[in-house]
T-cell receptor
Framework: EAGVTQSPTHLIKTRGQQATLRCSPI?????VYWYQQALGLGLQFLLW???????NRGNFPPRFSGRQFPNYSSELNVNALELEDSALYLCASSLAPSYGYTFGSGTRLTVV | RKEVEQDPGPFNVPEGATVAFNCTYS??????FFWYRQDCRKEPKLLMSVYSSGNEDGRFTAQLNRASQYISLLIRDSKLSDSATYLC?????????????FGAGTQVVVTP
């Protein structure tokens, strides 16, 4: 069974640009979660999508947005990139939180 | 107060020794509990769920104390490969809220 896949693995952008990160969940999982992990820090919850709808978002500005497609894959968009957006962005999928999450290997975003 | 708190460590453990550490959570209505393991610059991976009666998986034992609102992880016969950051994870009250809350992690370093 394929796990959670994320692309690209690495992304380098210039301050002010936009970044688009992609995630494909495990087959059968309808929920997709996005987390940000800055270097040396813990996971910060960004967004939760389920059945194509945004269900919850963390304490991040509106320039962090995303969507979920009919096939349950998801996209995270970060507009007007700032240097402090440099981090590992992790996508996870789940049948339900009581089952825990399975994470993808992440996209490492570097803003220069 | 953080929703999930962990001693950041590091816990320096001789190979073959036992190490144990706790995690406290603030929401008494939390439902599901997990331990994840994260290696440096990699994605978190589910180590084990934590059940009310406590559970064991090989050298790893997890306990839940609802009265005092903490969970614990014990690692017996530590291996060099056990060196990692261990994340305590708590699910909030209902699945519909959808979010797992991650602690910042406890670093374990197993030395030869």
């Amino acid at each position: 069974e394929a796990g959670v896949t994320q692309s690209p693995t690495h992304l380098i952008k210039t301050r002010g640009q936009q970044a688009t990160l992609r995630c494909s969940p495990i087959s059968g999982h309808t929920s997709v979660y996005w987390y940000q992990q800055a270097l040396g820090l813990g996971l910060q919850f960004l967004l939760w999508y389920d059945e194509g709808e945004e269900r919850n978002r963390g304490n991040f500005p509106p320039r962090f947005s995303g969507r979920q497609f009919p096939n349950y894959s998801s996209e995270l968009n970060v507009n007007a990139l700032e240097l402090e957006d440099s981090a590992l962005y992790l996508c996870a999928s789940s049948l339900a939180p009581s089952y825990g999450y399975t994470f993808g290997s992440g996209t490492r975003l570097t803003v220069v | 107060r953080k929703e999930v708190e962990q001693d950041p460590g590091p816990f320096n453990v001789p190979e073959g020794a036992t190490v144990a550490f706790n995690c406290t959570y603030s929401n008494s209505a939390s439902q599901s509990f997990f331990w994840y393991r994260q290696d440096c610059r990699k994605e978190p991976k589910l180590l084990m769920s934590v059940y009310s009666s406590g559970n064991e998986d090989g050298r790893f034992t997890a306990q839940l104390n609802r009265a005092s609102q903490y969970i614990s992880l014990l690692i017996r016969d530590s291996k060099l490969s056990d060196s990692a950051t261990y994340l305590c994870v708590v699910s909030m009250t209902t699945d519909s809220w959808g979010k797992l809350q991650f602690g910042a992690g406890t670093q374990v370093v197993v030395t030869p």
